[in-house]
């Protein structure tokens, strides 16, 4: 009895510590999750060929990340992601062993080494003003042993050591206000050229010495009509402007102190040209190129100022730099596209009429146009110049081209993903042939061999490496079918390119990818940008014969009001089944509840004067929306203005055409927060899609709360305007945070807490009945997670047992926003150590399994954090009964147990959203997080309780039925036997 | 069932014994000295009446010492209970269960347990109420015991645990301007 004392006590301690957390073995890693590495669209290559063992290009891209490429692969040797605000201007190479990098406007310039990327030295430049960032790393300059690099940034111009990082001297130009374009260092001169322009219209060259500094002379010259663009140099003392008009080239000579202006016409030198003209900033020597609406034209300047026009070529031809050659030459290359191929050229400077090496490529019409091209030149063995082109397309991807091939290309479009969605894949057809059959089944009893092998420990390592390979490559996970598990799923994700990708679960490959000719720049379509992605189709029950599809939307510039693009796309194939071109202007997508015969969910298409458009546009769908009208409701943020505004349908269009798809909207409610304390900084709603088991919360001691479960909660928090910079701009007396709840159908508040002394950024989920958020406590100088919880005050009386059984009681009832139930709530705070970038939470399918917090950490890792510790219950002394059910003790700070880092050894550079995604499985959650990276798991926050593990042994199961059938038989023929004898006996 | 039994064994005996004395063919031979029989051929009817009502009383006697026995269990199964605690686990639900199983096999056999006792003379009513009355106790503590584990639907949150969120009548969408 006393043992069984102990046994219970032993089973509640047990229970109460039960903390789940993800912990992983070293040879789990890549069997559900998988990590892929990007770096974003490429601006800057420089490439390092030359005495190189491992010859590597040295990449910035729009991600604002440095990465050092294998030239042979295309793989990373290194990669730095630099902060969001940090964005790098220019890099290039110095001293053959630092990469240079200048970012965050010229002011702050770093050197890394190149063979390791280990960061050398850094430099911070503090300018008085904001201006241009230039950088020059003069190739074999010496002053006093040291390399200089010159930096013009924030209208200063620096000369910095390359050893160190040191600043040698500093030159400030903000006295003068001149605009610096060009920073030039003749070659074999000692003097720095600082190009520019003052007030938009006078030409200044300023030469200071390299030693110290120094201004050695000044000369200006003044353009009565204003310059249009940048100055562009031809050769150290020949320079080409474009005048404001845009109609006249003005060329610039500086011979013996004195400046010569020579304007010439555009319209002189090329036929045909209209006001779009504008300078190319490749750099040519004695060329220049122009490009017009039609065409870009290659200038040649003679020495004695004459302007040739040399060529004209299309204008959708991409020009790199000048590459120097030996012997003072200089190549550049031209790509031109074709139908589903790519035309490069590489020519020679001095001899512009022939094409030095002229190369077509077979292109996938998926990678778009060229955008940039960057080229290298390698020693072929006759000694003769070969040619690798890195091109980047409009799909943000990667090539590397060499004698006519792709070498390699990377899909980078992935690292600047926008939106996220899935779709299932399709049922597997039945009708297998009995030889797949009977050689999966030998194929399957193999591997459980092996696996059986590996239990008893009776494997050699050969054969322990075939288990891993066999575990981590299963064809299970990468099929093309669905599964009954749900693990298996597309996700779908919009990238800032306008390209839709389809991603396998099972092992993160590209399945399909689309360039939307709707998000493709054209006459119609200026500035197009994807805005989000929403499921159009998913056929359950009724449609099962259609491929389930996607919305996309997007929007034809950067005003609110810009027309809005729509594409249709077929989520099996990529294809693009409904292209909606130009329409009205979209600031809000509406999913709403309702579908139609063929599963088509219905959309609200918001417009900038508050129009709602109904999507698809059927008549069905009209009549459905029709019947539901009365009920359907949206709300506008305004965070500029501070308002919260909620409308309802009113009727049809009022517009000279018909409309019977566009509805008025008029306006029902309207909250207002006062300017001068309260600024809107973050709002969040619950997932429209997730699913809830139960409204009753069953607390200790058999009681029952009741869950208020609103769809149309919004949280909404703001700060006062003082505290809305950054951390340590205001006083804690200053500062004030704000949550409010938010009901969006009738605009009521349904709560409203304020923390003194907190301020932003706040990062928040809403889930259930409760609201996580996280903010800066500035007399506490820590950050903190308080959670909200709301429950149903008009529903806590339904406690009668015996209502409850007979059905006597209101809880399945509909319920309206009108009928205002009164709220209670619960709400606790804790401090956090970390800062963190996003926040979600984890969702199933029916909504039983427990939660977890999924925290986007600063150091781009995903924390699960259980949703028990952020229980607003949560007692100093919980009672037995509170600790029977659960309940941990309150503690000042949540925990951080790094084995419940679900991205373990990985980072996710550049976290931007994690998004979650229910199984099939209820105890499984699929997750996948994106920034610059992308990373995919799935995990059972309350254990895999529902299936048993994939890497259970069957074969040892079956062996052990085996056995014991086996000892049954023996032992009954044994005791048979037995009793025989004894009768004889 | 094991005293029953012991019960039955000790009457056959006693048939035995008088069936013989009865035989005819044990006349023929002398009775042994000291031994009359006219004496016991006199009393042969007073004394089987005697026997008889002896027999019943012992009968009754038994019937409610049987009718007594799950008294002795009854405390056995609320010691175990207390020791057993009240939190679920294996234990404290086996010892619930065999005590709610226990009582209802035994009243599903009354019939069965009272049967050596049957006689015209003897009244079982009374202890088999007895019976009954004691092993529905025992049932009740079981059925105490299974409510303190908090197994029993008693409480309102047994029976809207699992009631699905009520149906929302509107539905409203928006947020911030896409950008």
Same mark, same amino acid.
Request: with cysteine.
């Given at each position: 009895?006393?043992?069984?004392?102990?046994?219970?006590?032993?089973?509640?301690?047990?229970?109460?510590?039960?903390?789940?957390?993800?912990?992983?073995?070293?040879?789990?890693?890549?069997?559900?999750?998988?990590?892929?590495?990007?770096?974003?669209?490429?601006?800057?290559?420089?490439?390092?060929?030359?005495?190189?063992?491992?010859?590597?290009?040295?990449?910035?891209?729009?991600?604002?990340?440095?990465?050092?490429?294998?030239?042979?692969?295309?793989?990373?040797?290194?990669?730095?992601?630099?902060?969001?605000?940090?964005?790098?201007?220019?890099?290039?190479?110095?001293?053959?062993?630092?990469?240079?990098?200048?970012?965050?406007?010229?002011?702050?310039?770093?050197?890394?080494?190149?063979?390791?990327?280990?960061?050398?030295?850094?430099?911070?430049?503090?300018?008085?003003?904001?201006?241009?960032?230039?950088?020059?790393?003069?190739?074999?300059?010496?002053?006093?042993?040291?390399?200089?690099?010159?930096?013009?940034?924030?209208?200063?111009?620096?000369?910095?050591?390359?050893?160190?990082?040191?600043?040698?001297?500093?030159?400030?130009?903000?006295?003068?206000?001149?605009?610096?374009?060009?920073?030039?260092?003749?070659?074999?001169?000692?003097?720095?050229?600082?190009?520019?322009?003052?007030?938009?219209?006078?030409?200044?060259?300023?030469?200071?010495?390299?030693?110290?500094?120094?201004?050695?002379?000044?000369?200006?010259?003044?353009?009565?009509?204003?310059?249009?663009?940048?100055?562009?140099?031809?050769?150290?003392?020949?320079?080409?402007?474009?005048?404001?008009?845009?109609?006249?080239?003005?060329?610039?000579?500086?011979?013996?102190?004195?400046?010569?202006?020579?304007?010439?016409?555009?319209?002189?030198?090329?036929?045909?040209?209209?006001?779009?003209?504008?300078?190319?900033?490749?750099?040519?020597?004695?060329?220049?190129?122009?490009?017009?609406?039609?065409?870009?034209?290659?200038?040649?300047?003679?020495?004695?100022?004459?302007?040739?026009?040399?060529?004209?070529?299309?204008?959708?031809?991409?020009?790199?730099?000048?590459?120097?050659?030996?012997?003072?030459?200089?190549?550049?290359?031209?790509?031109?596209?074709?139908?589903?191929?790519?035309?490069?050229?590489?020519?020679?400077?001095?001899?512009?009429?022939?094409?030095?090496?002229?190369?077509?490529?077979?292109?996938?019409?998926?990678?778009?146009?060229?955008?940039?091209?960057?080229?290298?030149?390698?020693?072929?063995?006759?000694?003769?110049?070969?040619?690798?082109?890195?091109?980047?397309?409009?799909?943000?991807?990667?090539?590397?081209?060499?004698?006519?091939?792709?070498?390699?290309?990377?899909?980078?479009?992935?690292?600047?993903?926008?939106?996220?969605?899935?779709?299932?894949?399709?049922?597997?057809?039945?009708?297998?042939?009995?030889?797949?059959?009977?050689?999966?089944?030998?194929?399957?009893?193999?591997?459980?061999?092996?696996?059986?092998?590996?239990?008893?420990?009776?494997?050699?390592?050969?054969?322990?490496?075939?288990?891993?390979?066999?575990?981590?490559?299963?064809?299970?996970?990468?099929?093309?079918?669905?599964?009954?598990?749900?693990?298996?799923?597309?996700?779908?994700?919009?990238?800032?390119?306008?390209?839709?990708?389809?991603?396998?679960?099972?092992?993160?490959?590209?399945?399909?990818?689309?360039?939307?000719?709707?998000?493709?720049?054209?006459?119609?379509?200026?500035?197009?940008?994807?805005?989000?992605?929403?499921?159009?189709?998913?056929?359950?029950?009724?449609?099962?014969?259609?491929?389930?599809?996607?919305?996309?939307?997007?929007?034809?510039?950067?005003?609110?009001?810009?027309?809005?693009?729509?594409?249709?796309?077929?989520?099996?194939?990529?294809?693009?089944?409904?292209?909606?071109?130009?329409?009205?202007?979209?600031?809000?997508?509406?999913?709403?509840?309702?579908?139609?015969?063929?599963?088509?969910?219905?959309?609200?298409?918001?417009?900038?004067?508050?129009?709602?458009?109904?999507?698809?546009?059927?008549?069905?769908?009209?009549?459905?929306?029709?019947?539901?009208?009365?009920?359907?409701?949206?709300?506008?943020?305004?965070?500029?203005?501070?308002?919260?505004?909620?409308?309802?349908?009113?009727?049809?269009?009022?517009?000279?055409?018909?409309?019977?798809?566009?509805?008025?909207?008029?306006?029902?409610?309207?909250?207002?927060?006062?300017?001068?304390?309260?600024?809107?900084?973050?709002?969040?709603?619950?997932?429209?899609?997730?699913?809830?088991?139960?409204?009753?919360?069953?607390?200790?001691?058999?009681?029952?709360?009741?869950?208020?479960?609103?769809?149309?909660?919004?949280?909404?928090?703001?700060?006062?305007?003082?505290?809305?910079?950054?951390?340590?701009?205001?006083?804690?007396?200053?500062?004030?945070?704000?949550?409010?709840?938010?009901?969006?159908?009738?605009?009521?508040?349904?709560?409203?807490?304020?923390?003194?002394?907190?301020?932003?950024?706040?990062?928040?989920?809403?889930?259930?009945?409760?609201?996580?958020?996280?903010?800066?406590?500035?007399?506490?100088?820590?950050?903190?997670?308080?959670?909200?919880?709301?429950?149903?005050?008009?529903?806590?009386?339904?406690?009668?047992?015996?209502?409850?059984?007979?059905?006597?009681?209101?809880?399945?009832?509909?319920?309206?926003?009108?009928?205002?139930?009164?709220?209670?709530?619960?709400?606790?705070?804790?401090?956090?150590?970390?800062?963190?970038?996003?926040?979600?939470?984890?969702?199933?399918?029916?909504?039983?399994?427990?939660?977890?917090?999924?925290?986007?950490?600063?150091?781009?890792?995903?924390?699960?954090?259980?949703?028990?510790?952020?229980?607003?219950?949560?007692?100093?002394?919980?009672?037995?009964?509170?600790?029977?059910?659960?309940?941990?003790?309150?503690?000042?700070?949540?925990?951080?147990?790094?084995?419940?880092?679900?991205?373990?050894?990985?980072?996710?550079?550049?976290?931007?959203?994690?998004?979650?995604?229910?199984?099939?499985?209820?105890?499984?959650?699929?997750?996948?997080?994106?920034?610059?990276?992308?990373?995919?798991?799935?995990?059972?926050?309350?254990?895999?309780?529902?299936?048993?593990?994939?890497?259970?042994?069957?074969?040892?199961?079956?062996?052990?039925?085996?056995?014991?059938?086996?000892?049954?038989?023996?032992?009954?023929?044994?005791?048979?036997?037995?009793?025989?004898?004894?009768?004889?006996? | 069932?094991?005293?029953?039994?012991?019960?039955?064994?000790?009457?056959?005996?006693?048939?035995?014994?008088?069936?013989?004395?009865?035989?005819?063919?044990?006349?023929?031979?002398?009775?042994?000295? /000291?031994? #009359?029989?006219?004496?016991?051929? @006199?009393?042969? %009817?007073? +004394?089987?009446?005697?026997? =008889?009502?002896? *027999?019943?009383?012992?009968?009754?006697?038994?019937?409610?010492?049987?009718?007594?026995?799950?008294?002795?269990?009854?405390?056995?199964?609320?010691?175990?209970?207390?020791?057993?605690?009240?939190?679920?686990?294996?234990?404290?639900? /086996?010892? #619930?269960?065999?005590?709610?199983? @226990?009582?209802? %096999?035994? +009243?599903?056999?009354?019939? =069965?347990?009272? *049967?050596?006792?049957?006689?015209?003379?003897?009244?079982?009513?009374?202890?088999?109420?007895?019976?009954?009355?004691?092993?529905?106790?025992?049932?009740?503590?079981?059925?105490?015991?299974?409510?303190?584990?908090?197994?029993?639907?008693?409480?309102?949150?047994?029976?809207?645990?699992?009631?699905?969120?009520?149906?929302?009548?509107?539905?409203?969408?928006?947020?911030?301007?896409?950008?």
């Amino acid at each position: 009895m006393a043992m069984a004392m102990k046994l219970s006590l032993l089973l509640l301690f047990f229970l109460s510590s039960l903390i789940p957390t993800f912990s992983l073995f070293e040879d789990q890693v890549g069997f559900m999750d998988w990590h892929q590495r990007y770096i974003g669209k490429v601006k800057h290559a420089v490439f390092q060929t030359q005495k190189a063992g491992r010859k590597r290009v040295v990449v910035s891209t729009e991600e604002n990340v440095i990465a050092s490429l294998d030239l042979r692969r295309g793989e990373i040797f290194w990669r730095h992601v630099l902060g969001a605000n940090d964005v790098v201007d220019k890099i290039d190479i110095a001293l053959g062993k630092y990469v240079i990098t200048l970012s965050s406007e010229g002011s702050i310039l770093r050197a890394w080494n190149l063979p390791d990327g280990q960061m050398v030295w850094e430099s911070f430049l503090s300018g008085s003003k904001p201006s241009k960032a230039l950088l020059t790393v003069p190739a074999n300059l010496k002053v006093d042993l040291d390399s200089p690099i010159f930096v013009y940034g924030g209208a200063c111009l620096y000369a910095i050591s390359s050893i160190d990082g040191e600043i040698l001297w500093k030159k400030d130009f903000t006295a003068e206000g001149i605009d610096v374009h060009q920073l030039l260092l003749p070659d074999g001169s000692d003097v720095v050229h600082a190009v520019g322009v003052t007030d938009l219209s006078q030409f200044d060259t300023y030469e200071i010495d390299v030693r110290n500094g120094e201004l050695l002379k000044h000369v200006s010259a003044s353009f009565p009509d204003g310059i249009y663009g940048e100055i562009l140099p031809i050769s150290s003392d020949k320079f080409v402007a474009l005048d404001a008009r845009r109609s006249v080239l003005v060329l610039i000579s500086i011979k013996d102190g004195q400046i010569n202006l020579q304007q010439t016409h555009v319209s002189d030198l090329v036929h045909g040209s209209s006001g779009n003209t504008a300078i190319l900033p490749s750099k040519l020597s004695g060329i220049f190129s122009v490009i017009t609406d039609t065409f870009i034209a290659f200038i040649k300047v003679t020495n004695e100022g004459k302007l040739d026009v040399m060529e004209k070529v299309d204008k959708m031809v991409v020009v790199s730099d000048a590459l120097p050659l030996s012997e003072g030459e200089q190549a550049f290359a031209l790509v031109q596209h074709g139908e589903s191929k790519i035309h490069l050229s590489v020519r020679l400077v001095h001899d512009m009429s022939s094409n030095h090496l002229k190369e077509t490529v077979k292109m996938d019409h998926e990678r778009g146009f060229v955008h940039k091209i960057f080229i290298n030149n390698y020693v072929r063995t006759d000694r003769s110049h070969g040619f690798r082109a890195l091109i980047v397309m409009e799909d943000h991807s990667l090539l590397l081209l060499q004698q006519g091939e792709i070498v390699w290309s990377r899909d980078d479009g992935l690292a600047s993903v926008i939106d996220v969605t899935t779709s299932e894949l399709p049922v597997e057809k039945l009708g297998v042939s009995v030889s797949k059959v009977e050689h999966s089944l030998f194929e399957w009893l193999k591997g459980h061999m092996l696996k059986l092998k590996g239990t008893l420990m009776l494997a050699t390592p050969d054969e322990v490496a075939a288990i891993q390979k066999i575990r981590l490559q299963s064809s299970e996970k990468s099929k093309m079918t669905r599964d009954h598990n749900g693990f298996r799923r597309l996700l779908i994700v919009l990238t800032r390119a306008g390209k839709l990708f389809a991603l396998h679960t099972g092992d993160g490959r590209v399945v399909w990818s689309s360039l939307l000719q709707s998000l493709r720049k054209s006459d119609k379509c200026t500035d197009p940008i994807g805005l989000k992605l929403h499921q159009w189709q998913i056929p359950h029950h009724h449609a099962l014969d259609n491929n389930p599809s996607v919305l996309v939307v997007g929007r034809c510039g950067l005003s609110l009001s810009a027309s809005s693009a729509m594409s249709i796309v077929d989520a099996y194939t990529g294809k693009e089944l409904h292209n909606m071109g130009p329409a009205h202007s979209t600031v809000q997508v509406i999913s709403l509840p309702f579908s139609d015969s063929t599963e088509q969910q219905l959309h609200l298409l918001i417009d900038a004067d508050k129009r709602a458009h109904l999507y698809p546009r059927t008549p069905e769908a009209a009549e459905i929306f029709q019947r539901e009208s009365e009920n359907v409701y949206w709300y506008s943020v305004e965070a500029e203005a501070g308002i919260l505004r909620g409308y309802a349908v009113k009727g049809s269009c009022n517009l000279e055409v018909p409309n019977e798809y566009c509805f008025e909207t008029r306006n029902l409610w309207s909250i207002v927060f006062p300017s001068e304390s309260e600024k809107i900084i973050a709002t969040v709603t619950r997932k429209a899609n997730e699913v809830i088991h139960t409204q009753a919360k069953v607390i200790a001691d058999e009681d029952v709360m009741y869950k208020y479960i609103s769809k149309n909660i919004l949280f909404v928090a703001t700060v006062s305007p003082k505290a809305s910079g950054p951390i340590g701009s205001a006083t804690p007396d200053e500062s004030l945070l704000v949550v409010h709840l938010v009901d969006t159908v009738t605009g009521r508040i349904l709560h409203r807490m304020s923390h003194s002394g907190s301020q932003g950024p706040v990062h928040a989920v809403l889930s259930e009945n409760w609201v996580v958020y996280h903010y800066f406590n500035l007399r506490a100088h820590r950050y903190e997670i308080s959670v909200i919880e709301i429950y149903d005050q008009s529903r806590a009386e339904n406690k009668d047992v015996l209502k409850l059984i007979v059905g006597k009681h209101n809880l399945t009832a509909p319920v309206s926003s009108y009928s205002r139930p009164e709220v209670t709530i619960k709400s606790q705070s804790y401090f956090f150590t970390h800062s963190v970038k996003a926040i979600s939470v984890t969702s199933t399918a029916k909504g039983i399994t427990s939660k977890h917090l999924l925290i986007g950490t600063l150091g781009d890792k995903v924390l699960a954090l259980d949703k028990r510790f952020v229980d607003p219950r949560r007692s100093l002394n919980p009672t037995q009964a509170e600790k029977e059910e659960g309940l941990l003790p309150l503690t000042d700070a949540l925990p951080i147990i790094p084995q419940s880092y679900i991205t373990h050894a990985f980072k996710v550079e550049g976290l931007r959203g994690i998004e979650t995604v229910p199984a099939k499985l209820e105890s499984t959650t699929l997750v996948f997080a994106y920034g610059v990276d992308l990373f995919f798991t799935r995990l059972a926050p309350s254990r895999t309780y529902d299936s048993l593990t994939e890497d259970f042994n069957y074969a040892l199961l079956l062996l052990t039925i085996v056995a014991l059938v086996v000892a049954i038989f023996v032992t009954w023929v044994l005791s048979e036997r037995k009793d025989l004898q004894d009768k004889w006996r | 069932m094991e005293k029953g039994k012991g019960v039955m064994g000790g009457r056959k005996w006693a048939v035995d014994f008088t069936d013989n004395s009865s035989t005819p063919s044990s006349r023929d031979i002398p009775d042994p000295p /000291g031994f #009359t029989r006219a004496s016991h051929d @006199q009393d042969d %009817s007073t +004394l089987s009446r005697q026997k =008889k009502d002896a *027999e019943a009383n012992w009968k009754s006697q038994k019937a409610w010492e049987v009718a007594q026995a799950p008294f002795k269990n009854l405390l056995m199964m609320g010691f175990m209970m207390w020791m057993a605690g009240s939190t679920v686990h294996l234990f404290s639900i /086996g010892i #619930t269960f065999s005590a709610l199983w @226990q009582p209802l %096999s035994a +009243l599903q056999g009354v019939g =069965k347990v009272f *049967e050596p006792y049957k006689d015209s003379k003897v009244d079982l009513n009374a202890p088999k109420l007895l019976y009954i009355a004691l092993n529905l106790g025992g049932m009740l503590l079981g059925v105490w015991k299974l409510n303190t584990l908090g197994l029993l639907p008693t409480h309102a949150s047994d029976w809207v645990s699992s009631l699905s969120p009520a149906h929302e009548v509107e539905y409203s969408g928006g947020g911030i301007a896409l950008k």
